[in-house]
């Protein structure tokens, strides 16, 4: 299967709200629903930040909200803080054998 | 604390061997699935294995089947990665994660570096 479609970057004053898209096909997304985020800091291991299209794992920001409508999910941040500058990667779990595939990623600048 | 600590990286010669080591503590590791993926220089993320609970379940990626064998020591908390004929597009840095399914990769590694190089 080939990596989802994310933008390279985006980019936002602190306080402003961004949103990532992640496209995928319907192979991908169709009739699954398992879409996660994950935050990449530079050098880091990747965080998870939402699972299940819309849910937040305990211990993340509320400022962090997924939605999914056909097959693009998207990833937004409100209230854009410093600690945000992060790579971003989606990820899409279809099944036991192959399990994830993960977005081509987008690296989030706060200006 | 949940925690997932990786070792066994560093520097192979193309068609050498490696085996990486992942740790795992503060959550029961007998119960939980558990994969490897991995990230080459300047690159995305790539699910590369995962492992069911009990080790009788293993799926791999196209690029790695037959040169790389997950397993896992539930006595020691422990996961590895069998590492054979490694090529230059194997170097990567490599993590470790706790499989939730679809509720998603909810603990990593720190990662270890895979240098393939002659």
């Known amino acids: 299967q080939s990596a989802l479609t994310q933008p390279a970057s985006v980019s936002g004053s602190p306080g402003r709200s961004i949103t990532i898209s992640c496209t995928g096909t319907?192979?991908?997304?169709?009739?699954?629903?398992?879409v996660s985020w994950y935050q990449q800091p530079p050098g880091k291991a990747p965080k998870l930040m939402i699972y299940d299209v819309t849910n937040r794992p305990s211990g993340v920001s509320n400022r962090f909200s997924g939605s999914k409508s056909g097959n693009t999910a998207s990833l937004t941040i409100s209230g854009l803080q410093a600690e945000d500058e992060a790579d971003y990667y989606c990820?899409?779990?279809?099944?036991?054998?192959?399990?994830?595939?993960f977005g081509t990623g987008t690296k989030v600048t706060v200006l | 604390e949940v925690q997932l600590v990786e070792s066994g990286g560093g520097l192979v010669q193309p068609g050498g061997s490696l085996r990486l080591s992942c740790e795992g503590s503060?959550?029961?590791?007998?119960?939980?699935?558990m994969i490897w993926g991995r990230q080459a220089p300047r690159k995305g993320l790539e699910w590369v294995a995962n492992i069911k609970e009990d080790g009788s379940e293993k799926y791999y990626v196209d690029s790695v089947k037959g040169r790389f064998t997950i397993s896992r020591d539930n006595a020691k908390n422990s996961l590895y990665l069998q590492m054979n004929s490694l090529r230059a597009e194997d170097t990567a840095v490599y993590y470790c994660?706790?499989?939730?399914?679809?509720?998603?990769?909810?603990?990593w590694g720190q990662g270890t570096l895979v240098t393939v190089s002659p």
């Open positions: 503060g959550f029961t590791f007998s119960r939980s699935w």
């Open positions: 990820s899409s779990y279809t099944n036991i054998s192959t399990p994830y595939v």
């Open positions: 994660a706790r499989d939730l399914g679809y509720l998603g990769l909810d603990t």
């Open positions: 319907s192979s991908d997304f169709g009739g699954y629903r398992y």
